[in-house]
């Protein structure tokens, strides 16, 4: 069950690699009339429960948690609930690779902490450490680590061109 978990947590890096890189091959798959950030929300929905359950399949629940699970789990989920707030849908997933104007935001957290969906998303895994094994976790934040790196080189010459 390791390496299939393993697998399982590390599945959706290389569909936001492709969306990243070829962002026109995904608006042209998606279609006339299909928003192209709504449909990868879809899509990264359903990849994100395959790593939840792979989570669980490798994780050894118990109650209570450690008292560092609940400061740094709910920021973390607080991050990312933030972003969203302020980005909405098409800023969160990559709208702005998909050819769509997305406004620049400096609020909260914002212009305080770098890349914070991914800092508050790594919150959440390292405080989930009490239950999951070690390596998952860094395996899934390695995967978040090189999304950063990916998108802190984006060029807007390779974004795409909406279908009209």
């Not at 299939?4 to 890189?21: D, K, Q, S």
């Not at 989570?55 to 969203?84: E, T």
Request: glycine content about 8%; proline content about 9%.
């Amino acid at each position: 069950m390791g390496i299939v978990a393993g697998i399982g947590v590390m599945v959706p890096f290389p569909f936001y690699y492709w969306l990243w890189r070829r962002p026109q091959a995904w608006v042209n798959l998606c279609g006339r009339g299909r928003d192209p950030s709504k449909v990868m929300a879809l899509v990264s929905h359903c990849l994100k429960l395959i790593q939840i359950l792979s989570l669980f399949s490798v994780s050894s629940l118990s109650w209570p948690p450690p008292l560092y699970f609940w400061p740094l789990f709910l920021f973390g989920q607080f991050l990312n609930y933030r972003v969203y707030q302020l980005l909405g849908e098409s800023g969160t997933y990559y709208g702005v690779r998909f050819g769509k104007n997305i406004p620049w935001v400096t609020e909260f957290p914002f212009g305080y902490i770098k890349d914070p969906q991914y800092v508050g998303s790594i919150m959440s895994l390292v405080a989930c450490l009490a239950w999951v094994p070690f390596q998952y976790v860094a395996l899934w934040v390695l995967g978040y680590v090189f999304m950063v790196h990916l998108e802190s080189t984006e060029d807007p010459a390779t974004r795409a061109k909406p279908i009209s």
